[in-house]
């Protein structure tokens, strides 16, 4: 890419980058934020384009990373319906996946570094350059890793937009789904089914919180110690 276009993209991105984040403070959103009935009756508020401003929110979510996309799929679960809410849901996240791994494919590490922390960056680029597939499908799967980073650091690295696009379509759904249908609640299951569900989902919740990092630090630690071994 010509360093015009380049400089051209750069800017549009930032700008449209700046607009969302404007729109959605001066709007409310973060306060509505705090809560899943306050982000219930945000979305409800943009009646008869709510579905369109649901998704773009969920758009929204991946390349502004403090939106909680899990926390927006229940609320949208609570006003569309589970299947309604996933749908929409998902269909958003992996097009905002899909749209900032190839801003930084296209852009490199310059869009990078507006957007990742210089420690986050520091912490996962070297493991994604070596196991990126493996790496990012675990990733995906568990709750304590932030994704949406995740997908604009593999754009630095040298796996294909193809096969970047499988791992989301396979891995970056299920998280979404239990939380759609918590909030929507239309599973059609017996509530002697839903209650283990939702406190197993609670229970995997909570120790994510509580045990995320050092879950973390173990997965890499031995991904890392795998690769190591192959190279010896």
Request: net charge positive.
């Amino acid at each position: 890419m010509k360093n015009r276009q380049k400089l051209f993209l750069f800017a549009v991105t930032l700008l449209l980058l700046a607009g969302g984040g404007w729109f959605l403070s001066s709007s409310g959103f973060f306060q509505a934020a705090r809560s899943l009935d306050g982000l219930r009756a945000y979305i409800d508020r943009f009646a008869p384009c709510s579905h369109l401003f649901f998704f773009l929110l969920q758009l929204l979510s991946v390349i502004l990373a403090p939106i909680p996309s899990n926390i927006t799929a229940a609320a949208g679960g609570v006003l569309f319906g589970t299947w309604t809410a996933f749908l929409l849901t998902f269909a958003a996240v992996a097009a905002g996946s899909l749209l900032v791994f190839g801003l930084a494919r296209a852009l490199g590490r310059d869009f990078a570094d507006r957007v990742v922390s210089r420690k986050l960056s520091d912490k996962y680029q070297d493991i994604l350059r070596s196991k990126a597939p493996a790496f990012l499908t675990l990733a995906f799967l568990f709750p304590f890793f932030p994704d949406d980073m995740l997908c604009i650091l593999a754009g630095l690295t040298d796996i294909s937009f193809r096969r970047f696009t499988i791992i989301v379509l396979l891995a970056r759904p299920w998280g979404l789904l239990f939380a759609s249908a918590l909030g929507g609640s239309t599973l059609g299951l017996s509530p002697w089914v839903m209650v283990p569900i939702a406190l197993a989902g609670l229970a995997l919740f909570l120790l994510g919180m509580k045990y995320g990092d050092r879950l973390e630090e173990r997965l890499l630690a031995r991904l890392k110690g795998r690769r190591h071994g192959k190279t010896e």
